[in-house]
């Protein structure tokens, strides 16, 4: 860790419904988020091999080669899970001023990812995170794994800078990270003057956001070795009341 590198300020699991409410804003380690979703850490890290099979996000508008990722919407009602009809990703321009505005289709998540046990309990504990928050009702969801390279020598996980989802909840958990620096999580009040940063090392820790509160973002990474090459692997899920962005 550099000395200009700030440690997460994880919680504890039975912690992070009442950081939301209050602050917005609630992180869990690795161990922490396998147990705070009910399944063993190695079920999580299972999933991993997906993330060599993403596919190029061909909309950067930036002209970047620097993502891959997939897309796959859920609604999630009381506990059942159930996967909707392969759609496309919408934001209003508003949330997205680079992207916002466009269809843009990519490839679903791998059926095998999808069937695994640990990614229905994933959704089921976001969900209850979610009915916390603001009542049970049916979630629209959107899971989109990413991974952020430096094949153009800098990757950046938030192209269209400091934002919000334009849904109830969002949650980013850091996969995993290989020969890179930067890539540090920044988290603002949106109506307000405070914001906390820190850079999310462990496989699996989890950052859950209060979107209507909170803006959010992650710095560009750059490879460890000039000559190297390396990414950061994220999983980005929201959550979003009364159905999915675009109809």
């Not at 938030?158 to 999580?185: N, W």
């Not at 803006?215 to 159905?243: C, F, K, M, N, Y």
Request: hydrophobic share 40%.
């Amino acid at each position: 860790m550099s000395a200009a590198e700030f440690s997460p300020p994880y919680l504890s699991p039975n912690a992070i419904d009442t950081a939301l409410r209050e602050r917005g804003v609630g992180l869990l380690s690795g161990e922490d988020t396998a147990a705070w979703i009910g399944v063993p850490l190695a079920e999580l890290r299972a999933l991993e091999p997906h993330w060599d099979r993403l596919v190029a996000d061909g909309y950067l508008k930036d002209g970047g080669r620097y993502r891959q990722r997939r897309h796959s919407c859920f609604v999630v009602d009381g506990g059942r899970v159930q996967p909707v009809p392969h759609r496309a990703h919408w934001q209003p321009v508003e949330y997205n001023a680079l992207h916002g505005g466009m269809q843009r289709w990519f490839e679903p998540m791998e059926p095998a990812m999808v069937a695994a046990p640990a990614w229905t309990r994933l959704l089921q504990r976001l969900a209850a995170s979610a009915d916390a928050l603001r009542g049970a009702q049916p979630w629209y969801v959107e899971a989109h794994p990413f991974r952020i390279d430096t094949t153009d020598g800098i990757g950046r996980p938030t192209p269209e800078g400091a934002h919000r989802d334009g849904v109830d909840l969002v949650a980013v958990f850091l996969v995993g990270r290989h020969a890179i620096k930067g890539g540090e999580s920044r988290v603002f009040e949106a109506n307000g003057p405070s914001g906390q940063r820190f850079t999310l090392r462990d496989p699996w820790s989890l950052l859950l956001i209060d979107d209507p509160r909170v803006i959010h973002e992650s710095t560009p990474i750059q490879p460890e070795d000039p000559e190297g090459h390396g990414w950061r692997d994220t999983l980005v899920v929201t959550l979003r009341a009364g159905g999915f962005q675009g109809g």
